[in-house]
């Protein structure tokens, strides 16, 4: 969430940042939703001051024997405590109001950004291997469906469509890539492990910005009490970072304590509501999958620094499982609503080839922390700071394993189980032999 002060000094760098992004300009709405909040807590402020003389003066007028003008200071005082109570109720119904549009404005993105409308713009930074060039190489579902081990029928059967039933050999294979993802990001690269819950509440989700704006995203469930007289709402956590990213909200750090560096392995659930009639064969855009995620709580100086070495860390998983990949910049147009600055990774996938995103790694700033009112205290100073915070996939497990099916198929249509992942196999070299 932005800040209106911010917002106040220079309207003007909103709207480009808004303009940059294809949204409309906000700064003046926001800064008259600010003004007439103000202005009723000035008039709330005076008559508070009212009410408080008027007290005074009672007393003053019963010790001089004027009860007359006693009772009607104590009229006037019952009439401004009521108009007070009107009033505090007003003063928090135009906050939210403000907060309300505050919420619903994304982050601004950082100068070095490209501007552009869409992914188009986007800034290709680095290459990584020699991809896989073949106008006949299979896609991930026509190997699996080959093998016997990728079943979108009864995946079907069971939940419609956007869901598969790994087996035997393959389902081994997404588990030890799952596997392999958290040692070295845990044992390498400093992460801690986290086993965290997959329901959230509301707040969580509106700490890391995915509510309001983007509800029709997610899946919502219902729990009934056994008197079945209230309902109360949990959503599917879209990613690790919710519930990760909220481990630090509504509390303050010490500096020292920083970097906090989070990894999990979890199911992920998304409705893929603005997606119909995109990558709907296989297992590439589906309902549920299960991803690694990387979250950064850091100091506001350490933030950018923070975001070269989580993309690393992203990389090394590619680049030890031998997949070509590249880096690019995401455009103003096409990064995500809470970040100031977004790395997709792409790997190579020969059934299709092309790159196609396996990691996104986001540098947000203080922007989820207002909204989670996380802060630190930086040493030597009285006055809390937000910490800043940063996401990204460590990497996405079924999308790394439909590119090693890509890359690894062998012309017999087995795959050859990379190198690194065989312990985590049993020693298995190939599938499908």
Same mark, same amino acid.
């Given at each position: 969430?932005?800040?209106?002060?911010?917002?106040?000094?220079?309207?003007?760098?909103?709207?480009?940042?808004?303009?940059?992004?294809?949204?409309?300009?906000?700064?003046?709405?926001?800064?008259?939703?600010?003004?007439?909040?103000?202005?009723?807590?000035?008039?709330?402020?005076?008559?508070?001051?009212?009410?408080?003389?008027?007290?005074?003066?009672?007393?003053?007028?019963?010790?001089?024997?004027?009860?007359?003008?006693?009772?009607?200071?104590?009229?006037?005082?019952?009439?401004?405590?009521?108009?007070?109570?009107?009033?505090?109720?007003?003063?928090?119904?135009?906050?939210?109001?403000?907060?309300?549009?505050?919420?619903?404005?994304?982050?601004?993105?950082?100068?070095?950004?490209?501007?552009?409308?869409?992914?188009?713009?986007?800034?290709?930074?680095?290459?990584?291997?020699?991809?896989?060039?073949?106008?006949?190489?299979?896609?991930?579902?026509?190997?699996?469906?080959?093998?016997?081990?990728?079943?979108?029928?009864?995946?079907?059967?069971?939940?419609?469509?956007?869901?598969?039933?790994?087996?035997?050999?393959?389902?081994?294979?997404?588990?030890?890539?799952?596997?392999?993802?958290?040692?070295?990001?845990?044992?390498?690269?400093?992460?801690?492990?986290?086993?965290?819950?997959?329901?959230?509440?509301?707040?969580?989700?509106?700490?890391?910005?995915?509510?309001?704006?983007?509800?029709?995203?997610?899946?919502? $469930?219902?729990? /009934?009490?056994?008197?079945?007289?209230?309902? @109360?709402? &949990?959503? =599917?956590?879209? *990613? !690790?970072?919710? %519930?990760? $990213?909220?481990? /630090?909200?509504?509390?303050?750090?010490?500096? @020292?304590? &920083?970097? =906090?560096?989070? *990894? !999990?392995?979890? %199911?992920?659930?998304?409705?893929?509501?603005?997606?119909?009639?995109?990558?709907?064969?296989?297992? =590439?855009?589906?309902?549920?999958?299960?991803?690694?995620?990387?979250?950064?709580?850091?100091?506001?100086?350490?933030?950018?620094?923070?975001?070269?070495?989580?993309?690393?860390?992203?990389?090394?998983?590619?680049?030890?499982?031998?997949?070509?990949?590249?880096?690019?910049?995401?455009?103003?147009?096409?990064?995500?609503?809470?970040?100031?600055?977004?790395?997709?990774?792409?790997?190579?996938?020969?059934?299709?080839?092309?790159?196609?995103?396996?990691?996104?790694?986001?540098?947000?700033?203080?922007?989820?922390?207002?909204?989670?009112?996380?802060?630190?205290?930086?040493?030597?100073?009285?006055?809390?700071?937000?910490?800043?915070?940063?996401?990204?996939?460590?990497?996405?497990?079924?999308?790394?394993?439909?590119?090693?099916?890509?890359?690894?198929?062998?012309?017999?249509?087995?795959?050859?189980?990379?190198?690194?992942?065989?312990?985590?196999?049993?020693?298995?070299?190939?599938?499908?032999?």
């Amino acid at each position: 969430m932005l800040d209106i002060t911010w917002i106040r000094q220079d309207p003007q760098a909103l709207d480009r940042a808004l303009a940059d992004r294809g949204a409309a300009p906000a700064a003046q709405r926001l800064i008259d939703l600010d003004d007439e909040r103000r202005a009723h807590i000035r008039q709330l402020q005076e008559a508070q001051n009212a009410r408080n003389q008027a007290s005074k003066q009672i007393g003053k007028a019963k010790a001089s024997g004027d009860e007359a003008a006693a009772q009607n200071l104590i009229d006037e005082v019952a009439k401004l405590k009521s108009a007070i109570q009107e009033g505090e109720a007003q003063e928090r119904a135009l906050g939210e109001a403000l907060r309300t549009a505050l919420a619903e404005i994304p982050n601004v993105p950082l100068p070095d950004v490209p501007v552009g409308p869409d992914e188009t713009a986007n800034v290709e930074l680095r290459l990584f291997g020699d991809p896989m060039l073949s106008d006949s190489a299979p896609e991930h579902f026509e190997i699996g469906e080959a093998l016997g081990l990728m079943d979108f029928e009864s995946a079907a059967k069971l939940s419609g469509s956007r869901f598969v039933v790994l087996k035997g050999q393959l389902a081994r294979l997404e588990r030890a890539l799952g596997q392999f993802m958290l040692d070295l990001h845990t044992s390498e690269h400093g992460y801690t492990e986290v086993a965290p819950p997959t329901l959230v509440r509301d707040d969580a989700l509106f700490g890391t910005a995915q509510l309001p704006k983007f509800a029709e995203d997610l899946y919502a $469930t219902a729990a /009934v009490d056994d008197d079945e007289a209230s309902a @109360a709402r &949990l959503w =599917l956590i879209p *990613t !690790a970072e919710v %519930p990760l $990213t909220n481990l /630090v909200r509504e509390t303050i750090l010490e500096e @020292a304590e &920083l970097p =906090l560096r989070f *990894t !999990a392995l979890t %199911p992920c659930f998304r409705s893929e509501a603005g997606s119909a009639g995109r990558d709907t064969r296989g297992m =590439l855009r589906q309902h549920q999958f299960n991803k690694v995620e990387l979250v950064s709580i850091t100091s506001q100086q350490a933030s950018l620094e923070e975001h070269e070495r989580m993309t690393a860390c992203a990389e090394t998983v590619l680049k030890k499982l031998e997949l070509p990949y590249r880096v690019v910049v995401l455009s103003t147009g096409d990064m995500g609503f809470a970040a100031r600055r977004t790395y997709d990774i792409e790997v190579w996938l020969p059934g299709q080839g092309a790159y196609r995103e396996i990691s996104s790694c986001s540098v947000c700033g203080d922007f989820q922390a207002r909204r989670m009112n996380a802060r630190y205290r930086a040493e030597g100073e009285k006055q809390p700071k937000f910490v800043h915070t940063l996401n990204g996939s460590g990497v996405a497990v079924g999308r790394a394993l439909i590119a090693v099916m890509e890359n690894y198929r062998n012309d017999d249509g087995s795959i050859t189980v990379p190198e690194v992942l065989r312990r985590y196999m049993g020693g298995m070299e190939r599938i499908g032999a």
